[in-house]
């Protein structure tokens, strides 16, 4: 597995607060990664390192084996749209375009003027103009004709109603299939179901930390709900990390991580879909163990 962007102990720190911790994980090559957290989660942090917009206070990330945005042929393999899908307000589509071809050696000016017609953009449109959704679209279309390795996209979709977050998706699928060698894409939301019809990898962020890092298929293959009469959850056997728990009076649900479904006449062990996969990391609970850890 090549990896397109490797971080080691990363961690971010402004002043005091400390905004990425002891982050280590992997973005294989070709795959379309969800970044899905809670809001301050580390999400934008973790995305503005890896594009060497920020710089780490301690550990390291590599992008392509090397330190982000290390020179300008390393910067044009990536590309990155912000939170706010920047555009200059008072330029318009198509001088949008002019200084995409100027500043990229490898900008596809077909590719960017195809888009922009068949999202009905009006070239001579400032994009100050635009509603918030075509503006998210004419920043994915300035990435995308860069014609990078790797796609950088920090909740692109947060201001879209569903039709225009679908067209979004569409066409981050479409850059994805069209793309040469298969682009790597990493995409930040707080819409697991959007992440899951787009996505093959899954990291969760919360309080800073990774708490699960992996394939979407095998992290719903080693994810659980185990339901049965009240018990604590170190009873429950060695190979099985529980990750969330909640118990009433006679019932005991714990979301768990395991190889395999184990069966037990004491209890019932179903898989679980990704959003509760999501929720439970997001949510640990006293009697989750052992303290959560990167899962790799
Ligand atoms: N420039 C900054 N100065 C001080 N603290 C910051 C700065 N940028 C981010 N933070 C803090 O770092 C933490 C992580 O922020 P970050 O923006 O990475 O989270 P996020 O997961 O992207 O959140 P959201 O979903 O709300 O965009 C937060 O506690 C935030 O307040």
Redesign the pocket.
Known sequence: MTAIVETRALTKR??R?T??ADCTLTVPAGRVVGLV??????????LQLACGLLTPTSGAVEVFGRPPAADSAQLARVGFVA?DTPTYATLTVTDHLRLGARLNPHWDAALADRRIRQLGLDPAQRAGRLSGGQRAQLALTLAVAKRPELLLLD?PVAALDPLARRAFLQSLMEFVAESESQATVVL?S?LVSDLERVCDHLIV?AD?RVRADGEIDDLLATHFRLTTARRDADTLPAGMRVVHAEHTERQSTFVVRADAAVDDPSWVMDPIGLEDLVLAHLEPSADSRPALEPQR
């Open positions: 402004y002043g607060r905004a990425l957290g809670p809001n301050g989660a580390g999400k934008s942090t973790l939170q909740e930040s707080h962020l800073s």
